[in-house]
T-cell receptor, first 114, second 115 residues
Framework: AQTVTQSQPEMSVQEAETVTLSCTYD???????LFWYKQPPSRQMILVIRQEAYKQQNATENRFSVNFQKAAKSFSLKISDSQLGDTAMYFC???????????FGAGTRLTVKP | SQTIHQWPATLVQPVGSPLSLECTVE??????LYWYRQAAGRGLQLLFY??????ISSEVPQNLSASRPQDRQFILSSKKLLLSDSGFYLCAWSVRRQGMREKLFFGSGTQLSVL
């Protein structure tokens, strides 16, 4: 079974600074997807960024980028120029290619301080 | 555009009472549908997923069940709620089509408190 581990229960960062959230996963699959989801206080789950395992290039979405290390099974999220609105729970998730379920880590609570 | 509706938003139920949470998706056909549960301060646990009408896969044996009576309707049920069933329940859907990005779209969630 696939497992997703987020080793940082809580993190904080000053506004405008950069922060990196860690995620590791365990799988024997070669083709899969990785995701970062954001859950603000409203509790709505919002997709932040997505990475296909077959792509070597790291995904980026504006201020959000990932460092995908397939051999190390690591998928960290970097948030640049942190904003107060980035305060949320962040979940790392894994989905096997051509499969139907997504597995989530326990989450990292990020607080952006003014 | 696609939308997902989940209700009710909050629910308080006594132990031993039945449960029915409903989720519907609009604007797409033949979606994959999911029920997740999020315990307080914790991650998401996959409970059920469905790839078609009447097709339900259960990830965690428990007193909950799911049904998919229509293509875009997914129902989470229980005959007798337990205290441990309290949590935040999220419905989600995904579509897999050539050229489409795979991802989950989530509903707004139901906060269930079993007292």
């Amino acid at each position: 079974a696939q497992t997703v581990t987020q080793s940082q229960p809580e993190m904080s960062v000053q506004e405008a600074e950069t922060v990196t959230l860690s995620c590791t996963y365990d799988t024997s699959e070669n083709n899969y997807y990785l995701f970062w989801y954001k859950q603000p206080p409203s509790r709505q789950m919002i997709l932040v960024i997505r990475q296909e395992a077959y792509k070597q290039q790291n995904a980026t979405e504006n201020r959000f980028s990932v460092n995908f290390q397939k051999a190390a099974k690591s998928f960290s999220l970097k948030i640049s120029d942190s904003q107060l609105g980035d305060t949320a729970m962040y979940f790392c998730a894994f989905m096997k290619y051509n499969n139907n379920d997504m597995r989530f880590g326990a989450g990292t609570r990020l607080t952006v301080k003014p | 555009s696609q939308t997902i509706h989940q209700w009710p938003a909050t629910l308080v139920q006594p132990v031993g009472s039945p449960l029915s949470l409903e989720c519907t998706v609009e604007g797409t056909s033949n979606p994959n549908l999911y029920w997740y549960r999020q315990a307080a301060g914790r991650g998401l646990q996959l409970l059920f997923y469905s790839v078609g009408i009447g097709q339900i896969s259960s990830e965690v044996p428990q007193n909950l069940s799911a049904s998919r009576p229509q293509d875009r309707q997914f129902i989470l049920s229980s005959k007798k709620l337990l205290l441990s069933d309290s949590g935040f329940y999220l419905c989600a859907w995904s579509v897999r089509r050539q050229g489409m990005r795979e991802k989950l779209f989530f509903g707004s969630g139901t906060q269930l408190s079993v007292l």
